[in-house]
């Protein structure tokens, strides 16, 4: 699976994805898939998984396709549709594909599935950040 060098830097220093266990499976031009293992101290009240921790996997998904450019990425906005609820040992998938780039700014949508179920829609907006200038 290559990965491009801007994201395989970035996953390296990513401690909140590896403390999550979200590990990249398939990266490309604009593109991602990110899996988490549902774990049980990632339920919530209700026996769920909870959801900041589905958005943080298609965000992980997002931020490594935004950033397969090159340049640095962050997230300008971001929101998520939660659809079906997850369960501990879920195997959770994101996918994240761009839908259009404008100057510095990019829109990325991101499922998250469990098999083929949809657990969440994800909608992500870039901003590739200026350079700084040099210092004499």
Known sequence: MPHTPSVQAMMMKDEASRGLGIELVDQGEGRAVTRMTVRADMVNGHAIAHGG????????????????????????????????????????????????????????????????????????????????APTS
Do not use: K, W
Not at 66 to 81: E, K, L, M, R, W
């Open 53 to 132: 921790l589905i958005f943080t996997l298609a965000d992980t998904a997002f931020a490594c396709a935004c950033n397969s450019y090159g340049p640095v990425t962050v997230a300008a906005s971001a929101d998520i549709a939660f659809v079906a609820p997850a369960q501990a040992g879920d195997v959770l998938v994101a996918e994240a594909v761009v839908r259009t780039r404008f100057g510095r700014s990019g829109l990325y949508d991101v499922t998250v599935r469990r098999g083929s179920d949809v657990i969440a829609e994800f909608r992500g907006r870039s901003h590739q950040l200026v350079p700084a």
